[in-house]
């Protein structure tokens, strides 16, 4: 299959929001990472994202909707839920809630719950209106590997396994949504932490006065994990390790040192960092480009910082990619 790069032209977008409305899957930009899009509502196209992405299909997929109406054709919203898009759509947040009859089961993995979002990046927003049904998307790269953050990024995984690309430039955000499950009424729990912080969402419940409570995971009888948030996922081939702090340039130019704020001292072929400043947005947005470009370098081994606690949640949110990023592949099936 021949994958063809689209600029953002209005004849482009058209012809992409046709593709998709014939079954076609459509890498896109959104404001957190590249999406592999096909209509929500053909679970035939849908089942292609799967196999183009070899992503086992107990892994469901998360639907884009252009606004709380279009949602609501697809889930049940409660209180909490309405709050929470009123604050935060469009944006970086996600939303589990229980699935309307509509959503093909392979969207869902058979589950109950359905997980909705809708997209502020303009491109992902016009091809919402254009193509007119719920576009199912999950990171446009090989399951597993690290998430794509330009179109670029999305040819050096799918190049050949998809039709279409839009290139859009580089994603603001640089790390996937946050994940709410805000299924149960009055209770709500974060499955993945994202741009938008657990202190966010308590404050914007607090002033559109919905009582609800957040629940911490440890409250719960078993330990609840979204599916597919594997403890290996996001990784780069070579071998990554964390470290707080990286306390002394090592000699061996064969690993790459991964700073979280430009060191002092010499520059060297194997030294690289985040972010010039330190800061959590900007390390965010270039945490997965980095990581590409450090596993193509020919290095035995990646030894990367964490972000410190003074980068807030967002730090949190890079420090759950990284240590997935590090995590051991899991031989057995889960
Ligand atoms: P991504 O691959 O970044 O699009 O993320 C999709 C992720 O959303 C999945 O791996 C799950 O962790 C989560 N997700 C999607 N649907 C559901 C759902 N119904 N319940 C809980 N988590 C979900
Ligand atoms: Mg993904």
Redesign the pocket.
Known sequence: MQTRVHSPTLRALRRLAAALRRGELVALPTET?Y?LAANALDARACRKIFTAKRRPIN????VHVGNLRAGEALAEFNDVARALVRAFWPGPL?L?LPKKRIVPAIV??G?K???LRSPAHPLTRKILRLARVPLA???ANPFGYV?PTTAAHVLDGLKGRIPHVLDGGACRVGV??T?V?ASVPGKWRI??PGSISGRAIAAALRTENVRARGVKSTERAAPVV????LAHHYSPHTPLVLQRRIRSRQADERTALLYWAKPSGPAGRNVFWLSASGSAPAAARSLYSLLRKVDRGGFSQIVCETAPAAAGELGLAINDRLVRAAGRRKKTKR
């Open positions: 990472v999406g892994d469901p997929l998360i996600t589990v869902t993995s589950q719950t359905v997980a998307a999950p990171s998430s996937e949504s994940i499950d499955l993945r979204a599916p597919g948030m």
